[in-house]
C-alpha cells in the first residue's frame, strides 16, 4: 500500500516541479516575445536560460530521489526528515513568490509566471509533505534484506 502513496506522492513533486518549467518557458517566450532580449546584456540572457536548465535540472533530480526505497529504520527516519526539510524550503519559495506576485496582475505575463511558480511550488509542497508520511509509515518486513533501486 505505501507504494501506492508513494507514487502518487511522487506524481505531485513532479507535477509541481514540471509546472516550474513551464513558468520558466514562459518567462522565456515573454522576453523573446515582447523583445526585452534586445535590452538585456549577456549575463540577464542567459540568467533567462539559465532558470529553464535550473528547473529541467531540478525536476531530473527529483524524478529519481522520489523513486528511493527506504532499507532500513535509519533510513527511514532521515528520509522522512530530510522531506519535510524540503517541504519547507519549497514552501518558503512559494511564500517568496506570493509576496511579489501579490503586487502584480496575474494577467500580465510577468504576473503570470509569478503565479505559476506559486501554484507549482505549492503542488511540490504537498507531495514532499506526503512523501515525507510515506517514508514516515514505512513498515520493515523481509525489505531490509533486499538492494535499493532506483529504476
Known amino acids: 500500500m505505501n507504494d501506492h502513496y508513494q507514487a502518487r506522492a511522487r506524481t505531485l513533486v513532479i ?3 514540471a509546472v516550474n518549467v513551464l513558468a520558466a518557458l514562459v518567462d522565456l517566450v515573454n ?3 515582447d523583445g526585452i ?8 540572457t542567459f540568467g533567462v536560460f539559465l532558470s529553464v536548465l535550473t528547473a529541467l535540472s531540478a525536476a531530473g533530480a ?3 530521489l522520489t523513486k528511493i526505497a ?9 528520509l522522512e526528515k530530510a522531506m519535510y526539510w524540503f517541504a519547507l524550503e519549497s514552501l518558503l519559495g512559494v511564500v517568496v513568490a506570493v509576496n511579489v506576485g501579490w503586487h502584480q496582475s ?3 505575463w510577468s504576473g503570470s509566471i509569478i503565479w505559476i511558480m506559486v501554484i507549482g511550488g505549492a503542488i511540490e ?3 514532499l509533505v506526503a512523501l515525507a508520511r510515506v517514508f514516515g509509515t514505512t513498515k520493515f518486513g523481509d525489505r531490509a534484506s533486499q538492494e535499493l533501486s532506483i529504476e
Do not use: H, N
Not at 532580449?37 to 540577464?44: A, I
Not at 527506504?70 to 532521515?78: F, K, M, T, W
Open 37 to 44: 532580449y534586445k535590452y538585456l546584456r549577456f549575463s540577464g
Open 15 to 17: 507535477t509541481g516541479l
Open 70 to 78: 527506504v532499507a532500513s529504520s535509519e533510513q527511514r527516519s532521515l
Open 106 to 108: 496575474i494577467t500580465t
Open 31 to 33: 522576453i523573446y516575445g
Open 62 to 64: 527529483w524524478w529519481f
Open 125 to 127: 509542497t504537498i507531495g
